[in-house]
């Protein structure tokens, strides 16, 4: 599973998380998700944020396989082959919270 973020047009630190889910990646080069499916969650708080919300979204919208749930985020300005960082403890969150408020100051 891997975490696409927009910014709130207008918010300082809310964000919309797509969800990327249940399917599986090409192979390099030229990464992609095949049959993809994927949700939305929005008026994420960046300051507020943790792998905890994570998990929580995906238990409430039922997308929750054990032992599986690996999470990444895909840096705005490249491509799935360059661009999927992990996204499983708080040093993560921060690193994602540097591209949120970068996309905030654009």
């Not at 095949?34 to 507020?48: A, G, P, Q, R």
């Not at 690996?70 to 705005?76: A, E, G, K, Q």
Request: charged residues 25%; negative net charge; hydrophobic residues 40%.
């Amino acid at each position: 599973m891997w975490v696409f973020f927009v910014c709130a047009d207008g918010y300082e630190n809310l964000f919309t998380v797509k969800l990327h889910y249940g399917c599986v990646f090409r192979q390099l080069p030229g990464r992609r998700y095949i049959l993809e499916k994927s949700t939305f969650v929005d008026y994420c708080n960046i300051d507020e944020f943790s792998v905890y919300e994570i998990d929580w979204m995906v238990r409430e919208l039922e997308l929750y396989v054990p032992n599986v749930s690996l999470y990444h985020f895909m840096i705005p300005e490249l491509d799935l082959d360059l661009g999927l960082c992990p996204l499983g403890n708080d040093g993560d969150v921060l690193l994602l919270g540097k591209y949120v408020a970068k996309i905030q100051g654009d």
